[in-house]
């Protein structure tokens, strides 16, 4: 296996400032150092840069979204190459409205995918239903073939295609769902397992039924969407929008576990990550790292304790 990593440093998709430096602090942790120590190849792809564009007038009543849509498109056709190049697709955001380039780009290079969306929030609202204006709630409404009438044609937007089916999404962690979101998840029968089902089952039988579930159609290749705030805020608060009764470190991990095993994990995104959004240095520190421990369990780092296959003993 081998990580191809691409820096989004983008924060327009909402409106709090700081989640545009994720793709460096997570570096600055370490992540290329510590993939290569246990044993993943890596191609650091660098960050990509966004045009500036203004003006940039609400459309619906959602912000910046000829900004969001040009980003999108530079992102997409990124994560495309790092495809062709063979590698597994790492995005570093950046908010979470890059899923929508992120996903695009996979499914342009490798053709129909399962989307697994840890998060606590659905990110499901059109610009119509949306309270907020920020497309960083709006992505998978984008993404789905079955909402597609529903979604009115936006500035630098023309570009994108919905590529995802809704059986082929699972969202986990799911606590703060607005209710037209609540409403789409339904009328589509999306599964999700949301935090009450976490607590019902526990991680271990929601990703065994997450998996049966996305396999029960084909195999596919999966793309896991990761939303650092799916984790409790008490582990990963420099966040631009926490909400309590989160996962658990543990659980948060064991997905990735999981997801690693299956050998089917082509590209992965980690976003939301705000160094501005914590009030101490622990805070930020907590949340970096353990952005950092969740791509390592993508890449095959377990908890048991983990060698490299040519180790001999002195
Ligand atoms: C809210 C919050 N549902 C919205 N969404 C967030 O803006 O549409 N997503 N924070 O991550
Ligand atoms: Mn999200
Ligand atoms: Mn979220
Ligand atoms: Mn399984």
């Known amino acids: 296996r081998s990580a191809g990593i691409i820096g989004a440093p983008f924060s327009k998709g909402q409106s709090r400032g700081g989640v545009e430096t994720g793709p460096d602090k997570i570096r600055a942790a370490g992540l290329v150092d510590r993939l290569q120590q246990q044993g993943c190849a890596v191609k650091d ?67 129909p995918l399962s989307v697994v969306w840890v998060d606590a929030h659905a990110d499901v609202n059109t610009p119509l239903t949306s309270y907020t204006g920020n497309l960083h709630g709006q992505p998978m409404s984008y993404l789905l073939y079955e909402l597609q009438s529903k979604v009115p044609a936006l ?56 998996c049966d579930y996305l396999w029960d159609r084909a195999k596919k290749p999966i793309h896991l969407s990761y939303d650092i705030d799916a984790i409790d ?63 390592l369990g993508c890449f095959g780092r377990l908890r048991e304790g983990n060698h490299l296959p040519d180790y001999s003993l002195p």
Not at 59 to 84: F, I, M, P, T, Y
Not at 174 to 202: C, N, T, Y
Request: hydrophobic share 40%; net charge negative; with cysteine.
């Open 45 to 111: 792809y660098g960050n990509l840069t966004f045009e500036d564009i203004v003006p940039d007038e609400p459309v619906r009543g959602s912000r910046r979204v000829r900004a969001v849509g040009s980003a999108n498109q530079r992102l997409s056709e990124a994560v495309q190459a790092v495809k062709k190049d063979g590698h597994t697709a790492v995005m570093l955001g950046g908010d979470h409205s890059l899923a929508m380039g992120s996903i695009h780009g996979h499914a342009a290079a490798v053709g």
């Open 233 to 295: 805020p008490s582990v990963t608060p420099a966040t631009g929008t926490p909400v309590v009764g989160g996962l658990t470190y543990r659980e948060g991990l064991y997905i990735t576990e999981h997801l690693c095993q299956t050998g089917l994990l082509s590209a992965v995104d980690l976003v939301e990550v705000n160094a501005l959004r914590g009030r101490t240095e622990a805070d930020v520190h907590s949340t970096v790292s353990t952005a950092v421990d969740l791509l």
């Open 155 to 210: 500035p630098n937007f023309s570009w994108m295609k919905p590529c995802v089916s809704s059986q082929d999404l699972v969202y986990i962690g799911l606590r703060d769902v607005d209710p037209a979101e609540h409403h789409i998840l339904k009328l589509l029968g999306v599964k999700a397992f949301s935090m009450s089902e976490v607590d019902q089952l526990g991680v271990a039988r929601v990703m065994e039924e997450t």
